[in-house]
């Protein structure tokens, strides 16, 4: 499954926008490609994530197990974009009474250029999928053969909000998973689409493979081993990954330096269990992508459950907790790991735009060029992101636009006539008074202030006290 085209109607701050997400010409062939979303705060990021989430909502319509009751998302009244209309003495909130829409156009199963969505119209309380029966037919009939034991590859579906370690949720009730995934493959669907990652189940996935390890004689499952191969190959200097019994955590070694998953950082943490969650979603799945054993030819390759697991996955705020050197290189470890997902992601990091390709970045607020790799962090910063001075800290800045006002109010003092001298004298002491902490700062003023005014300065002062 991809989603090439967003089409959105009255949803939330969007009247009737359209974003396309292309695949990349520098991709290689096939489903996976990388989008990230840039923007001031409250230009609309989060909004097509959630936008996307309602369309990737199709395959959970229809449900093939009542475990996945609560997983799917749907269009809500809620929705409906607000207007603000001035009365009297204050401004007041309206909903449109127009139809609310959101439809996409891509690819489900091996059907292409097909169009699906949800949309409330006027007057309607209820959502209709009207436009979604050709694409629910065919999930339908894929849940049906995989309910026959054919071997159907179906996409992994995932949303992680831009809190997805941290969101509060309530954990599941009397649920037995098994070793080598949880009960069925429908798990891999549930609560996908709820912008959280549920560290408690990723913690009992890897207990019950640790138990299934010690029925094997030591040997891990191909499942295991393909979520512990994604996890090296994602945490820049991890080099093992196992289950820790008596401390019962995961543990992580980077560099040889092991810790448990309590001790690692956010970043590291936050990074780890996204990936290791988005991995278990996959051998959960299509487990009939897995060999038997632990065969040479996974061992000496990428894992094909890996290589072809579809799906989208939504990050928002990929960079959160990252230190610039993960930011730089996240993009292409998701993209080399899980090479046939479309990730459509948000940032503010110009770092994660740099590692971009061409027609992969969506400027809500401008335009974007066709290179990224070639531009310096600074250049996109001031360019693409708005900021004026990326080379200096905002008080640095500040203190140049006050220098600057600072010489200029002196030229003007200079000439003023007497009777002005003090208010500008007030106004210039008002100038510097905030960067009293920066001695250097107020000593460069001074001298300029006692080189430009000294004299007339003092002459004022000796006028006002009546000395001759």
Known sequence: ????????????????????????????????????????????????????????????ERKPDSLLANSHRRLRKEDKRLVAIQ????????????????????????????????????GKTKVSNASSKEVLASIWTAYEKVGRGEPILLPVLCYYGAGRAWLSHNERQNVKAKSNGPQNRWEAFYD????????????????NEHIAMGNRNGRPRPGFDVVRRAALASIPGADEIWYDSDYQEIVLSIRGNVQPFGNLSAGQRVMLSMVVDLAIRMVTQNNHLLPEDAAESEVDSWPRVLEQTPGIV????????????????????????FPEIQFITTTHSPFIVQALREDELINLQGQTVPQFGNLSVERIANGLMGVERPDVGLRYEEMVEVAKDYLIQLEQAAVAPQEKLAAFESKL??????????????????LKHAAKLGARSASSASTETGVS
């Open 87 to 122: 009365a009297g003495d204050r401004t007041q909130f309206h909903r449109v009474a127009d139809t609310m829409s959101v439809h996409a156009t891509g690819r489900v199963l091996n059907a292409t250029q097909v169009s699906w969505g949800q949309e409330l119209g006027v």
């Open 429 to 446: 002491a008002e100038q510097i008074a905030p960067y009293a902490d920066n001695p250097a700062f107020q000593a460069f003023l001074e």
């Open 1 to 60: 499954m991809r989603i090439d085209r967003l089409d959105l109607l009255n949803f939330r701050k969007f009247e009737d926008s359209t974003f396309e997400f292309p695949r990349s010409t520098n991709s290689r062939p096939g489903n996976g490609s990388f989008h990230v979303l840039i923007g001031e705060n409250g230009s609309g990021k989060t909004t097509i994530l959630d936008a996307l989430a309602v369309a990737m909502g199709v395959w959970l």
């Open 314 to 337: 939504l990050i928002d705020e990929l960079d959160v907790h990252l230190h610039p050197k993960w930011q730089r290189g996240v993009v292409e470890s998701l993209r080399r790991v």
């Open 192 to 207: 996908c689409l709820s912008e959280r990652i549920r560290m408690a189940d990723l913690a009992h996935w890897f207990l």
